[in-house]
């Protein structure tokens, strides 16, 4: 359908549009995969909009199938994702239900599954879109019909691509699927053969340990984005310090500084038995040449991500990761609602998916102020002319004149969400303080506003 077409069947009023990726999606679909292995140890993607799970023996963790679906379920709607999730007893009768069944959550079992699937359309089968029309054009049109029909004159009549997914609904075939593998965390251990008491020994072992381990990493041509460290201490818990980073570095100098905040924090009570530290989620890294100056390397492109991701760390580390805010564009013509402030620390590395789809904008490049007050301040003012610039202004308390002005621009707001009549006309002024103020006449009441400073 045309985009216009699919704007008017949402209901939101400022929908997300993007250009189609299938690779982006099935990327996209590898990483829920990887996040759903919490809930199955066997998880296959089923592109182009699905997930395969093996549920066999997980039934006692969570309360039986229905419980288990109902967790699966509420944890994706707290991601904002809609599914429809069923269980059966072949990958195929569960695809089936999933796509074509009349609730979102089924379970089916071997004595119910034919009753399940039995009224569904044979097009939830999968089958290619010759057959799909040829079972049409003899009348076949639910898969409970299909089922009637002996393998033999279904082999005769379709070739074996039918029998086959027939076979592989009801289990006589069974269905080989490539489950996904979380890749194992590169871990290197030291034990103690008394536990150790001494905070500069523990702090020598991790450095050995993240040194040997780096050199580990680079002969791969890896570098991991989360490091975690796991202390066990005699008499008592475990004590676990994750290190989640920016962007990934093996740069020993920065990940030694990280560490030696966390380290200064470290309880070591009766003392530590052994140390682990295992590196988790690694990327491959490009070789880069190195540089005979120092200035050299720091000017290069790619060192510009690992800097700020450097600069993000210390500063994570430092005042704690919800304590720094960003400011990220929105797609709206109000000056105080162009900008919003969000915790979410964007991925240092070049063409790394957003964290989660929303409105994106354009930074534009207009004159704006480096003050910004929201909501605008009231002010009075004296124009020489009816729709002329300001002549005279009492803002604060003072009253001043203006010595220089320039425009007007006009901003007109989204007219279906503020009405068609929310217009502004901004002027920059000067005043005889020699401030630099950004004003606007609100349209059609006439009244007055500073919006921000240049400072």
């Known amino acids: 359908m045309s985009l216009a077409h699919a704007r008017s069947l949402l209901k939101d009023d400022d929908p997300f549009v993007a250009p189609l990726t299938p690779e982006d999606d099935a990327a996209a679909l590898r990483r ?21 799970l093996d549920l066999s023996g997980c039934g006692r963790l969570f309360g039986g199938a229905a419980a288990h679906l109902r967790t699966i379920a509420g944890a994706c709607e707290r991601m904002g994702l809609a599914v429809r999730l069923a269980a059966a007893p072949t990958f195929a009768a569960a695809r089936a239900l999933a796509h074509c069944g009349e609730r979102r959550l089924i379970v089916a079992d071997e004595g119910n599954v034919l009753s399940h699937l039995a009224p569904l359309p044979v097009g939830a089968l999968g089958v290619s879109p010759e057959a799909l029309s040829a079972l049409l054009d003899v009348g076949i049109e639910r898969v409970g019909d299909l089922l009637k029909v002996p393998r033999a004159e279904l082999l005769r009549r379709f070739g074996p691509a039918l029998p086959e997914s027939v076979d592989r609904l009801t289990g006589r075939q069974s269905e080989t699927v490539v489950p996904l593998r979380e890749d194992a965390p590169l871990e290197l251990c030291h034990a103690f053969d008394t536990p150790m008491r001494r905070p500069e020994i523990v702090r020598n072992v991790v450095g050995h340990l993240l040194g040997r381990l780096l050199r580990l990493l680079g002969d791969r041509g890896l570098a991991p984005g ?9 008499g008592r818990d475990a004590e676990r310090i994750t290190l ?3 962007h990934p570095t093996l740069d020993g100098r920065h990940l030694e500084s990280l560490l030696e905040m966390r380290l200064q924090r470290l309880r070591i009570g009766c003392g530590i038995e052994d140390i682990s530290l295992a590196a988790a989620r690694c990327e491959r890294v490009a070789p880069q040449q190195g540089a005979l100056w120092e200035d050299a390397h720091a000017a290069s492109p790619g060192h510009q991500p690992q800097a700020l991701g450097a600069l ?5 580390e430092q005042f704690g990761r919800p304590s720094l805010v960003r400011y990220e564009p929105v797609e709206d013509r109000l000056p105080e609602h162009a900008f919003r402030a969000t915790t979410r620390l964007p991925a240092m590395r070049p063409g790394a998916p957003p964290s989660r789809p ?7 490049t207009a004159n704006r102020p480096s003050r910004l007050w929201t909501p605008p301040q009231a002010a009075e003012v004296i124009a020489l ?3 002329g610039p300001p002549a005279w202004l009492r803002w604060r308390g003072g009253a001043t004149r203006v010595r220089s002005s320039t425009g007007p621009e006009r901003i007109a707001a989204a007219w279906w969400k503020d009405g068609p009549g929310a217009l502004r006309d901004y ?16 349209r059609p009441s006439g009244r007055w506003f500073v919006h921000g400073e240049w400072a």
Do not use: C, H, N
């Open 358 to 364: 929303g409105p994106r904008a354009a930074i534009g």
């Open 226 to 234: 989360e490091w975690r460290l796991v202390f066990r201490r005699a």
């Open 244 to 246: 989640a980073l920016a």
């Open 312 to 316: 993000v760390d210390r500063l994570a």
């Open 427 to 442: 002027y920059e002024v000067q005043d005889e303080q020699g401030r630099f103020l950004w004003v606007f006449r609100a």
């Open 385 to 387: 002319l009816p729709d």
């Open 32 to 52: 829920l995969a990887r996040w759903a292995l919490k809930f199955s140890p066997t998880v296959a993607p089923d592109e182009p909009d699905g997930l395969l």
